[in-house]
Structure formats: structure tokens, C-alpha cells
């Protein structure tokens, strides 16, 4: 498995020297912000995911940290998203192969049961497209048609709730917009749809992930923004922020709450420990504060939002087994924080 070192490094390279001053210098944020008036539609799914929720990853593969049955995931996690599925060689299509191997004998049949007993306990369960390392084009109607197929197969096959976007190397806002309305429908109810960009991908509404999640406005149920591995980046006030610092998580969340996504389509991404990423990692109660600076404008740090999001859906982390090595610290603390608010 090729995720051992997965989001370590590729934003980092990306960026190379395009810094937040270059950033300003093109104009690629948003320098006034504008608050959409429509309210999101309501997707029927809505009730299944709690007003405020906490994303973990779960790692199909061993990289160093604690090997995971899903049993194993703590309760505070009301949505997991498995990762990863992996690209074939249909163009757009993908699969998901359980490693058994890498988990110690975690069987298929075991796998699929807990997913079901996640699910009756009232938990989401979705596959993850992506990583670091996974490619997926989705860049035609074609390939567009593979990708929501292949991934209805997968909901079929393991009983998933939906599919967390996690591409790294780029997407198309056309063709994937058009892939997720086209899986949505197929889903129907209880649909959940997660995706986890870089920084850099949501700086402006202009970005293509950015466009992709305001056009998937009415079946998104989160995103929850990687706050790491990341340079220096713009907040809504045009100001430079630094990434481990309550600001860098306040001020960019700002840009898109005011950007067009509703509060509750808005979480923070972190690592669970300084393990889990190249570089981003901030304490718990650092992501606690953050939220509690969106939603009631307390524990902020310099940047204060101009209003409060009450309804902020909450925060995301990589991942549930870096939380496992780290005795579960993460969810322990953010997770009852999250539930609180």
C-alpha cells in the first residue's frame, strides 16, 4: 500500500514559492467577502449526520500507526471515512480492496459487519477517493459516468453512506459535480458526501474544488479543509496566517463560510498528532478554541470573525489510528467539544 505517507509533502512542493503575497498579488481570495442569501437545500440525509460532527479517516493499510478493526473506532467519530479507494485502469473508475493482510487478518465479512454496526449506532460510514498518493481524472462525461458508478457498486457491495473527495492532484468542477449529482441520485436518501481539500484549493471561489463544492452545494454534507501540510496562506481579511495557530484555523474557515458554503457544510481538518502530518499539527484544545471562536466569537486569538456560525458542522482528523497511538487524546478532547457546541 502506497499511502504510508499520506498528505506529507505534496501541497508543500506545490506551493513551492507561491506564497500568500503571491496569492494576494493574483488576486486568488476573497478580498470582501459576500454571504450567500439562499439557504442550502435540505437533502433528506441531513438528520443522519449530527448537526455537529466529527470526521476521522480510517487507514486500510499500515504505516506505523495503530492497526484498526473499524470496531475499533471510539464513538466519538460520527463519520468515518475509509481510506482509500484506489484508481483502475477504466478511465474515472474506482475499487476498494480491503487489506487483510496489512490488518491482521481482518476479514471482508468482518469488515462489512462492522461497518453495519457502526451504521446502527447511528455513524456514517463512507469511502475515500484519494490521498496523497491516489489519481483519479474525472475529465469528461466518460469518466464522469465511471466514477459514479463504480463508486454506487462500492455503496452496494460494502453498504457505505456516501464518498469523501480527497484528490490532491486536482479536479475538474465540471465533470465532478456532475459525477457526485449523478451518484447522489442513485443513492437517494442517506446519501453523505465529505471532501477534504488542500488549502490552497480553497482560498477563492474561483478554485475548481471550491466551484465543485458550491455546485454540489445541495447534496454536501461537509468539507473539511486539511489545516496542514500547508504554507502560509490568505484569510478573508487578506491578512498572512501561519498554519498551527488559531488563526490560521479561523481565519481560512472564514473564507468559506462567507464564500457561499452554509455553516454547517464547514469543518477543521487537523492531525491527530505530530505523527500524523508533515507539519500543521496544533493541540486539541487549540481546534477547540477555534471552534469556539466561529460559532459564539470566544477564545478567539487576533482575528475575530465580523459574526458567529453557530451552526459550524465541526472537525475532521487524520487519522482515527494516529488517534489510537496517541490513546485516542484527540477524540477524547474534540469530540465531547464538537458534541458541546
Not at 492531525?271 to 470566544?298: E, F, M, R
Amino acid at each position: 500500500m502506497t499511502h504510508s505517507h499520506r498528505r506529507r509533502g505534496r501541497l508543500g512542493t506545490f506551493l513551492g514559492g507561491f506564497t500568500a503575497a503571491a496569492l494576494a498579488a493574483t488576486g486568488l481570495f476573497l478580498t470582501t467577502a459576500g454571504s450567500a442569501d439562499a439557504a442550502p437545500t435540505a437533502h433528506s440525509a441531513a438528520a443522519a449526520v449530527p448537526a455537529h460532527a466529527v470526521t476521522g479517516y480510517w487507514q486500510n493499510f499500515d504505516n506505523g500507526a495503530a492497526v484498526q478493526k473499524l470496531s475499533d473506532v471510539p464513538a466519538d467519530y460520527d463519520i468515518i471515512a475509509v481510506a482509500f479507494a484506489d484508481a483502475t485502469t477504466t478511465p474515472g473508475a474506482v475499487d476498494f480492496t480491503l487489506d487483510s493482510a496489512g490488518l491482521g487478518g481482518y476479514t471482508e465479512d468482518a469488515f462489512k459487519a462492522d461497518i453495519k454496526a457502526k451504521q446502527a449506532a447511528g455513524k456514517s460510514v463512507v469511502i475515500s477517493v484519494g490521498g496523497q498518493n491516489g489519481t483519479v481524472s474525472i475529465n469528461d462525461a466518460a469518466s464522469a459516468a465511471n466514477f459514479s458508478d463504480s463508486l454506487y457498486a462500492l455503496m452496494q457491495e460494502y453498504g457505505f453512506d456516501g464518498v469523501d473527495i480527497d484528490l490532491e492532484n486536482g479536479l475538474n468542477s465540471t465533470y465532478m459535480s456532475q459525477a457526485l449529482e449523478s451518484l447522489a441520485a442513485k443513492a437517494g436518501s442517506g446519501f453523505v458526501l465529505t471532501m477534504a481539500p488542500q488549502t490552497i484549493d480553497m482560498q477563492s471561489t474561483s478554485a475548481e474544488y471550491f466551484k465543485t463544492a458550491l455546485a454540489v452545494k445541495d447534496i454536501l454534507t461537509v468539507v473539511n479543509m486539511q489545516y496542514y501540510n500547508s504554507g502560509s496562506m490568505l484569510g478573508c481579511d487578506g491578512k498572512v496566517y501561519s498554519q498551527g495557530s488559531v488563526d490560521f484555523l479561523t481565519a481560512l474557515a472564514c473564507i468559506q463560510l462567507e464564500g457561499g458554503l452554509d455553516p454547517s457544510q464547514v469543518g477543521i481538518g487537523v492531525p491527530a498528532s505530530s505523527s500524523a502530518a508533515g507539519s500543521g499539527y496544533v493541540a486539541p484544545s487549540v481546534v477547540n478554541d477555534a471552534l469556539d471562536c466561529l460559532a459564539k466569537g470566544t477564545n478567539c486569538g487576533s482575528f475575530k470573525p465580523s459574526k458567529t456560525y453557530p451552526g459550524i458542522r465541526g472537525a475532521m482528523t487524520w487519522s482515527t489510528n494516529w488517534d489510537a497511538t496517541a490513546g485516542n487524546a484527540w477524540s477524547s478532547a474534540v469530540g465531547g467539544h464538537v458534541h458541546g457546541l
